[in-house]
């Protein structure tokens, strides 16, 4: 059973931080890629940041120039999103998604989701 849950979210002041974790199960972990998406009312759903579970290699949306870091820890099959200097903008749902291989437009193509966790600035 293929399931992805999502924590971490919150309610924060502008400026400050939160760290958003995804665990993974019913997956081989290292052959996939896992991305963190958002998205705010009344907008369209946006790519973040995506990592290869098995290399490491990352790609982040262009907006988050630099505020978010994309992680994972292998050994818990978790996804993580540090969320820095945090903007009211980025008031949004915030989902894990995962797709075995990413696209040139990466942001294409996930095709499992998890339920999302609900991040506030203020």
């Known amino acids: 059973h293929v399931q992805l849950v999502e924590s971490g979210g919150g309610s924060v002041q502008a400026g400050g931080s939160l760290r958003l974790s995804c665990v993974a199960s019913?997956?081989?972990?290292?052959?996939?890629?896992v991305g963190w998406f958002r998205q705010g009312l009344g907008t369209e759903r946006e790519g973040v940041a995506a990592?290869?579970?098995?290399?490491?290699?990352?790609v982040y949306g262009d907006f988050v120039k630099g505020r978010f870091t994309i992680s994972r820890d292998n050994a818990k099959n978790t996804l993580y999103l540090q969320l820095d200097s945090l903007k009211t903008e980025d008031t949004a749902m915030y989902y894990c998604?995962?797709?075995?291989?990413?696209?040139?437009?990466?942001?294409?193509?996930?095709?499992?989701w998890g339920q999302g966790t609900q991040v506030t600035v203020s």
């Open positions: 998604a995962s797709v075995l291989q990413i696209s040139g437009d990466w942001w294409v193509g996930f095709n499992y």
């Open positions: 019913g997956f081989t972990w290292r052959s996939i890629w």
């Open positions: 990592m290869s579970a098995g290399t490491g290699t990352t």
